[in-house]
């Protein structure tokens, strides 16, 4: 992708920020434009593509919970909107559970996301200048990436879960619908509280392509996304792209892989993924350099789908050091 410049928009006079723009490529023989929405750029080759059928994130209003509530109910199962309440309701519950009121019943613990959050809390020790996430989704990671770096960018397909967690690593209040049954709601509020964080930027974009400049990231994340996307090897190619020399990997992945998501020829192999991720990093096959693994554990990762159920996942952590 090319460098792109802002053509339309104008700075937000308390924050500086874009809140509605429209970027385009500075090269004469693209010219190709992105559209800014709600301060968040999108960036993909393909928008059509990448937005799909969630233009409705793209353009929705602010509603109430009781409003939303309303429109999920209406159906079906399937519909974008219902869809994107449901997807909310799991991951900011999981993410944020520590910071929401009421607390959030069925199987699952409060904070699901409580564990690898840990791991990322215990790199502050070590500060970077560039983090990045790629699938930062409602953004409770990129909120601990930013706590050891100058800069955090997160990166994530949804522009839904961008939305909200722009909000809430502003350090403002969000109310969501918490899931009971089928396409039922309750209203719940997260209350990030010192979660603020000023050195974070958010992109909608792709991160089997993404449109960051390779090897400009000190410390580069993936949660939870490696069985998530349909290139895995595509995906930990742009891990590595985008890591500099001397910089540290962090990854978790339950490898709970599915065949209408990730292809079969793309998939790590054998009954033992943790191993050959470990085997492909350390011998640096098909990668820009070799990696030395720094730490890795099993952790538990709990998602609540409504108030009886939840899932539950063994997920591998792993984290290295790209060699020069």
Known sequence: MHTVALVVGVPDAQTGEIEEGVLACVNPACGKRYPIVAGIPILARD???LLGNQMVAVVESDLSQPVAAVLAEAGPDG???PRLMETLSIYLDAQWGDRVEPASDGPAPQF???A??????????APVGRALELGCSVGRGLAELARSSDLAVGLDTNFGALRRARR???GKQLTYGRRTAGRHYRVATIRPGDRAASNVALVCGDALDPP???GSFAR???FNLLDAVSHPRGLLSALDGLCEP???LMMTSPYSWESHVSHEDERLPGSDPAAALRKLLESGEGLEAPYALQDEATLRWWLRRDTRSAVVYDTHYLRAQKRF
């Open 220 to 222: 580069v994340a993936a």
């Open 212 to 214: 960051l400049t390779p």
């Open 112 to 114: 699901g996301f409580a």
């Open 246 to 248: 001397g910089g540290e």
């Open 79 to 81: 519909a974008t909107y």
């Open 168 to 170: 809430l690593l502003a």
């Open 47 to 49: 928008l059509a593509a």
């Open 116 to 125: 690898i959050a840990g791991r990322i809390t215990a790199r502050s020790e």
